[in-house]
Structures are given as C-alpha cells and as structure tokens.
C-alpha cells in the first residue's frame, strides 16, 4: 500500500498551500530556503489599494496645518510598508488517496492555471502553525506589525464601507491613528478580495528593507500538476530529499483531481 504522507489527511495538522512559477521555486524558494514577502503597493488589485483609498473625518480643528496632505503621505508610507503573503486553506473533509479531491487547497484548477504557470509550477504545502510561529518570532525581533487571518470575499458594490473612513476627532499622533485604524479594520482593508486566495498574512514593517522568512521548518511538501517537466525531475527529487518533504502529482482524468506519490530514488532511470 502507498505511504502518503501523514499530513495529507491528519486532522491536528493545519496546512496551507501557495502556488508559484517553477522558476521563483527552483532558483529562489528553494535555493534560499526563503520565501519574500510581496509589496502590497505593487499588486495589479484594486482591493488591494485599500490603504491608499483611507479618508478620515474631522470634528474640530487639528493643530497640525495641512492635515490632508500629510494623511495622504502618512497613509501612503504605510502602505508602502506592507509586506504580504497569500495562501489557500485546505477542506479536509474532501481528503481522498484514492477518490477525487475537490476542494483541496491543492487542487484548483483556477490557481494552477494562473499562478502555476499552466500546471507547470508547483504547489507548496506549509504547516500554518510552524509558519505562523516562524513570522511571529521574526517580526517580534525586528519589531514589524504582525497580522494575518482568512480572506473574505465581498460584493465590489459594497466593498467602500464607513470602515475606510479614519476618525481623527481625538488624534494626537497621526501616523499612530492612521495604523491603529488600519489595524482595527484589517478584515475590510486588508483581508478582503474577489480572487480564489483565502488565507494572507501581512507585515507592516517599521523599515523598507525587504521582508523574508525561513521556510526550513514549515515546508511539509510540494505538489506538482500534469504540465510539470521531466527535465527537473531529478532536481525535485534532490529537493524532496534535502528539505526532508513528500512530494505529490496531482492527475485530473475528466477534470477530477487525483493524487499519486511522485517516484522514489528507486525508482530512477
């Protein structure tokens, strides 16, 4: 009988998958043992403008001169500061070794599509309480805001709610106000979209340095779809067995996601 690995179907193991081009995952990921955060600022999603489109109201008259102005660059910092990393959650109750395994984090067709390159990249697996404590303790070193939750989808016509409109009637620190703010609505300005993304963590972070975390730990194991090269078979395995990870195929007979264990050493040439 086939040895899947245990977190494919271990309730108690929370799994989180991210789907990337096979050469950010060869020449990157795994060369570095690292995954980069991505600037919010510079994705192509207008939900994910959410900072830069923040208002504010006023009550009575602030100190400060020119409120407007340095709302606009405070928020725009801000938003220039955020780091973030998207993942799929995982319906395990459609677990299946040797059925169909739709609704998996692993297998939808939408996301190998667009972000797999055509099925030809690969499907990273994570353990989200490794990862989660990974972040957690790097951001707490180098004192970077931590927030992360599922992603919620919303209705565009009612995505600009009362929740992007930031109360300064009690501000005495601007910036403090403006992320606080941000903060408390992070659910509406940060962890709502229309695409197939259900879990981010974000990073605010106090610098414009890049943000990294070290995978070593976290990584439980890669899939990969029926676009996935021979030609890197070899370098997959090597991988598989440097960072001590299962690896899986992912087969779709009829459009049905089925799943095999990719080959062993033993079974080479």
């Keep these: 009988m086939d040895n899947y690995p245990a977190w494919l179907d271990d309730p108690n193991v929370d799994l989180l998958f991210h789907y990337t081009k096979l050469s950010t995952a060869l020449e990157d990921i795994f060369y570095s043992k690292r995954i980069r955060f991505g600037l919010l600022c510079n994705t192509n999603d207008p939900y994910e403008k959410s900072i830069s489109e923040l208002q504010y109201s006023v009550l009575e008259v602030l100190k400060e001169p020119d409120v407007t102005h340095k709302f606009e660059a405070i928020a725009g910092e801000i938003h220039q500061k955020c780091r973030f990393f998207s993942t799929t959650m995982d319906n395990r109750s459609r677990v299946s070794t040797i059925g169909p395994n739709l609704g998996r984090g692993f297998a939808i067709p939408s996301l190998w599509a667009h972000y797999s390159e055509n099925h030809r990249g690969v499907c990273l697996v994570f353990d989200r309480t490794k990862l989660i404590i990974s972040i957690s303790q790097q951001c707490n070193t180098q004192k970077h805001q931590f ?123």
């Design 147 to 269: 927030l992360t939750g599922p992603v919620h989808y919303t209705d565009p016509l009612g995505y600009f709610t009362s929740e992007f409109d930031v109360d300064l009637t009690r501000c005495e620190n601007l910036h403090d106000s403006i992320l606080e703010h941000i903060v408390e609505h992070k659910d509406t300005i940060l962890f709502s979209k229309d695409r197939m993304w259900q879990y981010r963590i974000v990073v605010v972070c106090n610098d414009d340095k890049p943000f990294e975390i070290d995978i070593s730990d976290s990584l439980v194991g890669i899939f990969t779809s029926y676009n996935f090269p021979d030609c890197y078979s070899l370098n997959l395995l090597r991988i598989m067995d440097y960072f001590k990870i299962h690896g899986l195929n992912v087969q779709w007979p009829f459009g049905m996601p089925y799943i095999k264990q990719w080959p062993s050493r033993d079974h080479e040439g």
